[in-house]
């Protein structure tokens, strides 16, 4: 396992597995680039169908008092979504991608995984440019949105370490990656994102449903804040703060010792 140290020292490796990663991701496509606008916009078109417009499920009202938009506090959360989603998946494809140069040639080995961090960031920055230029048109507009920065930073190490402990485990069983996806789904529904909290009961059947959601669920509290910033405009509590930090530090160090235990035997796995 290698130190943040010699990871630094790899940084200009890194950002070209970053450029390299990006290029490749397009490549041979026509539309090229206008699917990292497409693929969100096309998954926002439907949720705001199905839950939106049939199941009427009704948001709160944005910070200006006026707005009332299911698709942007729907996007809000979607986008933080899609960065967490991106990076951990990214982390387990990445590894398994690089197992020919790594048997070869020394580097990191979770030089990938932040590659992938890095190239999740580019598409991450296009939504988040897209839903404040939307937010600014129609008025909601305020200077909370500069918490966003720290937030998507808070996810991105947050994720960077889920993504090293999946991808490192997923080389030795692959079993994880399906594994994987379908606690990605129970994740996602078990997430405020597609509903606002309030209409998760707080006692099911002598289950506190509610507060499992938004204290156990870590995602509750990033998605929470980046609504707080964007769509309510106004700073997020200095609980949500307190959760990501907590959160984003345990998975990152959980990440790296995971990792770091298992580094050693991954050049003869791959």
């Known amino acids: 396992m290698s130190s943040p140290t010699k990871v630094w020292e790899y940084r200009t490796w890194i950002g070209n597995l970053a450029r390299r990663e990006l290029t490749a991701k397009h490549?041979?496509?026509?539309?090229?680039?206008?699917?990292?606008?497409?693929?969100?916009?096309?998954?926002?078109?439907?949720?705001?169908?199905?839950?939106?417009v049939f199941l009427r499920i009704v948001p709160p009202v944005a910070g200006n008092g006026t707005t009332q938009s299911f698709a942007l506090f729907l996007f809000i959360g979607l986008v933080q979504w899609n960065f967490f989603n991106a990076i951990v998946n990214g982390s387990m494809q990445g590894l398994s991608a690089a197992g020919g140069m790594l048997s070869k040639v020394y580097f990191p080995p979770e030089s990938p995984a932040i590659a992938n961090m890095l190239s999740a960031l580019v598409?991450?920055?296009?939504?988040?440019?897209?839903?404040i230029i939307v937010l600014i048109v129609?008025?909601?507009?305020?200077?909370?949105?500069?918490?966003?920065?720290?937030?998507v930073a808070l996810?991105?190490?947050f994720s960077l370490g889920i993504g090293l402990l999946v991808s490192v485990y997923n080389i030795m069983y692959r079993d994880v990656q399906y594994l994987v996806g379908i606690l990605m789904q129970m994740l996602f529904y078990s997430t405020p994102i597609i509903y606002p909290v309030t209409l998760v009961p707080e006692d099911l059947r002598g289950i506190p449903a509610r507060w499992i959601i938004e204290n156990v669920n870590p995602l509750t509290a990033f998605v929470g804040a980046a609504r707080d910033a964007l769509y309510l405009l106004q700073p997020p509590s200095l609980s949500h703060w307190l959760v990501m930090l907590g959160w984003?530090?345990?998975a990152l160090c959980l990440g790296w010792w995971a990792f770091g235990r298992k580094a050693a035997d991954l050049i003869e796995e791959l």
Do not use: D, H
């Open 27 to 52: 490549k041979r496509s026509v539309l090229g680039w206008l699917w990292s606008l497409i693929n969100p916009a096309a998954t926002l078109v439907i949720y705001t169908a199905v839950f939106g």
């Open 123 to 131: 598409q991450v920055g296009i939504e988040s440019a897209i839903v």
């Open 248 to 250: 984003s530090a345990a």
């Open 138 to 151: 129609i008025g909601n507009v305020s200077w909370t949105f500069v918490f966003l920065i720290p937030i």
């Open 155 to 157: 996810i991105g190490v």
